[in-house]
């Protein structure tokens, strides 16, 4: 497992608890209303500090759409994709 996870960049992987989540409605699967646009979800990822920003914007282009990059000193993207699509 360690070696898989070194090949993919990670240092570790843990579950995402209900106490992680920004709001305790994703826990119980009750989507907010400001998350829905359209059909599409539009949500703010942000980067680990570890992690390589680019490989994870080549991520979450092939799972959905990056709308746009956040500004220099924060590493994250807004983006938009279908709610049946994983984004591990």
Request: a positive charge.
């Amino acid at each position: 497992m360690k070696g898989l996870l070194e090949a993919n960049g990670l240092a570790f992987i843990s579950p995402l608890l209900p106490e992680m989540k920004l709001t305790s409605q994703l826990h119980t699967g009750n989507v907010p209303d400001y998350v829905w646009v359209g059909s599409q979800w539009e949500v703010y990822v942000e980067c680990y500090p570890a992690s390589s920003q680019a490989s994870v914007q080549s991520h979450l282009a092939r799972v959905g759409q990056i709308l746009e990059a956040s500004p220099i000193g924060f590493r994250g993207f807004r983006v938009k994709w279908l709610p049946t699509r994983s984004v591990p």
